[in-house]
């Protein structure tokens, strides 16, 4: 499953010379935490809504409301943004982009294409999406798990038994992971 089918698109953005006020009212009116930060349209940084937490003013600050709506019209995006920006292809799977952000610790990332141009965003929760989608765990059933032993069409004999009953099945998972030599866990879902 390609990033492409699940990014959201298009990336809503901000350029680099807006004041963090715009950018403030861009992630509220769209409900989103990261905003791309962009330099005549090519990806310069990300704004997150940590980096907004980070530029805002203390509850101790002893400004009045009117200075402090002042300066953040002052603050630019360049000024607050992270530059250094881990980008996932479009054509990168699920999995791979899963594992972008799990090593990085970030909860979404900007999408690019062949030509590096911004052309989405996946977060966490479209990735979650996808998985929900993948293994049918939206459409509810049963969920049954195996520990079958690693042969040519081991898995074919359970698919045919399911059919034989007239069964239909949702998804198959299969890994090695946490399996003894010669066997595999199988995830069915019914």
């Given amino acids: 499953m390609l990033i492409?089918?699940?990014?959201?698109?298009?990336?809503?953005?901000?350029?680099?010379?807006?004041?963090?006020?715009?950018?403030?009212?861009?992630?509220?009116?769209?409900?989103?935490?990261?905003?791309?930060?962009?330099?005549?349209?090519?990806l310069c940084g990300i704004l997150t809504d940590r980096d907004v937490k980070r530029a805002s003013a203390s509850d101790a600050t002893t400004?009045?409301?009117?200075?402090?709506?002042?300066?953040?019209t002052k603050i630019k995006a360049a000024s607050i943004m992270t530059r250094k920006v881990h980008t996932i292809h479009q054509d990168w799977t699920i999995e791979e982009a899963a594992a972008l952000l799990l090593t990085h610790k970030i909860s979404g990332a900007p999408v690019v294409n062949d030509k590096g141009r911004l052309v989405g965003v996946i977060t966490q929760t479209d990735i979650f999406r996808a998985t929900l989608y993948?293994?049918?765990?939206?459409?509810?059933?049963?969920?049954?798990?195996?520990?079958?032993?690693?042969?040519?069409?081991?898995?074919?004999?359970i698919v045919n038994l399911v059919r034989e009953y007239e069964g239909?099945?949702?998804?198959?998972?299969?890994?090695?992971?946490?399996?003894?030599?010669?066997?595999?866990?199988?995830y069915l879902r019914f």
């Avoid at 769209?30 to 962009?38: A, E, G, M, N, S």
């Avoid at 400004?63 to 953040?72: A, K, P, Q, S, V």
């Fill in 168 to 186: 239909r099945m949702a998804s198959i998972l299969s890994t090695y992971e946490k399996a003894p030599a010669g066997y595999r866990r199988v």
């Fill in 134 to 157: 993948i293994t049918g765990l939206e459409k509810r059933g049963v969920h049954v798990a195996l520990l079958l032993e690693d042969t040519p069409g081991s898995i074919m004999q």
């Fill in 63 to 72: 400004l009045d409301i009117h200075e402090l709506l002042y300066l953040i």
């Fill in 4 to 42: 492409r089918y699940w990014m959201r698109q298009p990336a809503i953005t901000v350029d680099r010379k807006e004041s963090l006020q715009d950018a403030i009212h861009l992630m509220k009116e769209h409900h989103i935490r990261r905003l791309p930060v962009t330099d005549k349209g090519a």
